[in-house]
């Protein structure tokens, strides 16, 4: 899952239990505000009692003191108007009959649903009464006694939430857009992070990111390029030994060649030489046996100076360096071609100008095409073989040597092979900084060598 997706949908959880918990402190509130109005309203009506207790007592002294209240016109329109909605109050003692004193309950809101209903009571528990003496001075007075109504208590709440829950929502929703809209903006420099890293791993090492406003990106940013520059520098640094390795491996197949013709082959020589002077005495001298066994001499040392001649030519200077690239391939194709009838058909396929491609590149096509001929022929069961070399002109110049046979294999057993022909023209074709692969083909094996031949 995306990061920015996963913030977000953190955000909203959070804005989700905000919103919760602020409807829960609302319910909560709404609630328990009936209470406070109770008492506020029992407050109101004891003092306006008080008022007229102590007028009745001024004007009526001849009456006792416990029969000033209530009068008739402590039921009035002012008293309600200090009676809270939802609230009932009365006067104790009550005279016989006597109804409370009810404020106007009548729209608080729409009918709350029946869980709200259930639930809230439930939860929040029930109200209490809220009893105020008329007169703290005189007891006799009376007192005044409010209740709260429960289902007016819930309609409060249900209306409260009702007028509250649309503002949440509408802000929850804008903090939730906007924060998503910020997160995602301060994300925004993480896919050109990635985008740089995987141009790195196509071996782009050297990828400039642009500067990063965060603290933190432009210091992961930086990272990435220091990387970028070591590992360009690291790949430059192995290229050079690699291609410093093959040249000195160069010399010393040459040498080592110089060394076989000029010791080796000598001696087959003579011993050829020698062999041939006892088989023409023993001829002369009637021992059969005698040039039999220099015959048998003669033979083995043809087949260790045919063995020479082949060592020779796979340790002696490329052919590229004296013939040029195209007519070295030709030649190649053609040795193998000649050897025996019986050996599969190789085709040969070249595309594009390769007149003016000498040196390493050239060296090294060579070698790949040599090298691949040698595994299809020597190890397969192949019946045709193709070897293509094709220059793809361009901004890329390059040069592409494809060799597919027919004969069977595993390329991933292959590709894995620790073998020295395999390794041998890997490492040069990494030193001059092209790609090697592996891959099946239709009945056998592809091997797919890219040469950039500006390198």
Not at 11 to 23: M, R
Not at 100 to 126: D, H, M, N, Y
Not at 157 to 180: H, Q, T
Request: a neutral charge; glycine letters at 6%.
């Amino acid at each position: 899952m995306r990061l920015v997706l996963q913030l977000v949908a953190r955000l909203l959880l959070i804005v989700l239990l905000c919103l919760g918990a602020a409807t829960l402190w609302a319910t909560f509130d709404a609630y328990r505000s009936v209470d406070r109005a109770t008492a506020a309203s029992a407050q109101r009506v004891a003092q306006a009692l008080q008022a007229l207790y102590w007028r009745e007592l001024l004007l009526r002294s001849s009456r006792a003191r416990e029969h000033l209240l209530p009068v008739p016109d402590w039921r009035t329109l002012e008293t309600m108007k200090l009676i809270s909605p939802g609230v009932c109050v009365e006067f104790q003692p009550a005279a016989a009959f006597e109804k409370p004193l009810c404020g106007q309950s009548e729209g608080l809101g729409k009918a709350p649903p029946r869980w709200f209903a259930a639930i809230v009571p439930t939860f929040l528990g029930s109200h209490a009464e809220v009893i105020r003496p008329v007169s703290p001075r005189a007891a006799s007075a009376g007192t005044v006694v409010a209740t709260p109504d429960g289902a007016a208590a819930v309609s409060l709440a249900w209306e409260y939430i009702l007028n509250v829950i649309d503002v949440a929502l509408l802000m929850a929703a804008a903090i939730a857009l906007l924060a998503s809209l910020a997160i995602a903006h301060a994300l925004a420099p993480a896919r050109t992070i990635v985008t740089a890293l995987q141009r790195m791993a196509r071996g782009q090492y050297r990828t400039k990111l642009p500067r990063f406003r965060s603290m933190e990106l432009a210091m992961i940013g930086s990272a990435v390029g220091e990387l970028g520059d070591r590992l360009e520098e690291a790949t430059e640094q192995r290229a050079a030994l690699t291609r410093r390795l093959i040249e000195i491996r160069d010399d010393e197949r040459r040498a080592l060649a110089r060394e076989l013709h000029d010791e080796f082959g000598q001696n087959l020589s003579a011993i050829l030489a020698f062999a041939n002077t006892i088989e023409t005495a023993s001829t002369k001298d009637n021992s059969t046996g005698i040039a039999q066994d220099a015959r048998m001499i003669s033979q083995a040392t043809h087949h260790l100076m045919a063995s020479l001649r082949d060592a020779l030519k796979r340790l002696r200077n490329p052919l590229p360096e004296e013939l040029g690239l195209e007519v070295s391939l030709v030649n190649l194709v053609d040795s193998w071609r000649s050897q025996s009838a019986a050996r599969p058909t190789i085709q040969l396929d070249l595309r594009g100008d390769l007149t003016d491609i000498s040196g390493p590149a050239a060296t090294t096509a060579y070698r790949v095409a040599q090298e691949c001929l040698t595994n299809a022929l020597r190890h397969g069961v192949a019946r045709e073989i193709s070897l293509r070399v094709e220059r793809r002109a361009g901004e890329h110049d390059a040069l592409l040597i494809r060799v597919e046979d027919d004969g069977g294999g595993d390329a991933a057993r292959v590709a894995q092979s620790a073998g020295f022909g395999l390794t041998g023209i890997r490492e040069r074709v990494t030193a001059a900084g092209g790609s090697l692969s592996i891959l099946p083909a239709r009945g056998g094996l592809s091997v797919a060598a890219t040469i950039p031949l500006a390198a």
